[in-house]
Each structure stands twice: as C-alpha cells, then as structure tokens.
C-alpha cells in the first residue's frame, strides 16, 4: 500500500473566526479524547499539533466556517437568529443522545474519531440548515456525512507508512459520550483553543 501524504494543518494556533453548532462535552469525555489522541500519536511521534482536552469538539455543522473571502461578521448577523431557533426547536424536542465513538481513521488532515449516533439529532439538524438557512456569500453549503472529532492534526508533511496508519486504526475505541446540550460556539482561536459560547438548548 502506499504511504499516505499529510496535508499540514497552517491554521493550528492561529487567530480565526467561525461559529458552530457543537454537542456540549464534559470534562471527563475530553480527557478520555485526549487519551485516545496519545495512544494514536504514540505510533507517529512528533507529526501532530496536539490539542489540549479542552478543545476537542464535535462540529455538527458550522454555520460561519473558517473559510474567508466574505463579511462574516454581517452574514452571521443575518442568520444568527434563525440559526439559534432552529437549534432550539430541534433540540429542545430531542432527548438527551449518546455519541459512541468505535473506531479511529487516518485523514490526510490528521487523525479522526468517528462516531455513531442513533437518535439522528445531528442529521435533522443538518439537513434543517441545508434546507433554510442561506450559504456564506460566494461560497456552497458543506455536506457532512460522519460524525467525529479530529484527535490530532498534521504538522509534518513526511509520508506516513501504510504499517503505521494501520496501528493508528487497529488502536481499540469504545467510548460512549452522553450529551445533555448543544451550544452554539465562536472560535477565535483553531482549532477550538479559545472561543465562546453564544447560546445553548439543553436536549429535552
């Protein structure tokens, strides 16, 4: 198999502006993220950017993405509204859901944790966006069709052996994360280092 090419992260600790849609997770799940992301870089020493446990998140859509090339400050102000209650009816109708990560992937990006989630919350809520609220000017709405957070990211272009991307993805995942809230979040810094709450519906 052939080695699989990094695309370094250039974002990482930079200043930045994005708003997302985001399940709240609790301390405990982050650390157990954060063990999850040391056991995978264990394999590959010194080619990630290593997030805190604090800034592991789950983007269930982002309403102003990172992207530039457009007023975001002035497209969120048109949509912040619409955006807010659309979150709270689905939310505020849903139960509390669990996120069950299984299994670690290898992106070019970095290193994910993918997850199931049965209710089909995180769908609805994307599918609702897609369908009413507007795209940023100039660019096209994303389409997500996994759910996960990214354990690490690449700061080292050198090709990763195929050996090693396969002991990164044989590392065993069962972590199952109960979410009580989603939040809207601005980040300020990336990925997530620092950022604020900007409202939240408590599931149910």
């Not at 200043?15 to 301390?27: E, G």
């Not at 070019?108 to 993918?114: F, H």
């Not at 507007?134 to 759910?147: A, F, K, S, T």
Request: aromatic letters at 6%.
């Amino acid at each position: 198999m052939n080695p699989l090419l990094p695309i370094v992260d250039t974002l990482y600790g930079k200043p930045c502006l994005a708003i997302h849609v985001q399940p709240q997770l609790a301390p405990d799940a982050q650390e157990k993220l954060h063990a999850l992301q040391q056991a995978a870089i264990a394999h590959w020493p010194r080619a990630f950017h290593e997030a805190p446990p604090h800034a592991f998140h789950v983007t269930v859509y982002p309403l102003v993405p990172t992207t530039d090339g457009f007023d975001k400050e002035a497209y969120w102000s048109t949509i912040a509204e619409p955006a807010r209650r659309l979150v709270e009816e689905l939310g505020s109708g849903a139960g509390p859901l669990v996120l069950d990560f299984f299994e670690l992937k290898v992106m070019p990006v970095g290193v994910i944790a993918v997850a199931r989630e049965e209710s089909g919350l995180i769908g609805r809520i994307r599918d609702r966006i897609l369908a009413t609220l507007p795209p940023p000017p100039g660019h096209e709405h994303r389409h997500y069709d996994l759910v996960h957070t990214t354990l690490a990211r690449f700061s080292d272009p050198s090709p990763v052996p195929a050996a090693v991307v396969q002991r990164i993805e044989a590392v065993p995942v069962a972590l199952p994360v109960r979410i009580e809230r989603l939040k809207i979040f601005r980040e300020t810094l990336f990925p997530c280092l620092v950022g604020e709450e900007l409202a939240s519906v408590s599931l149910g």
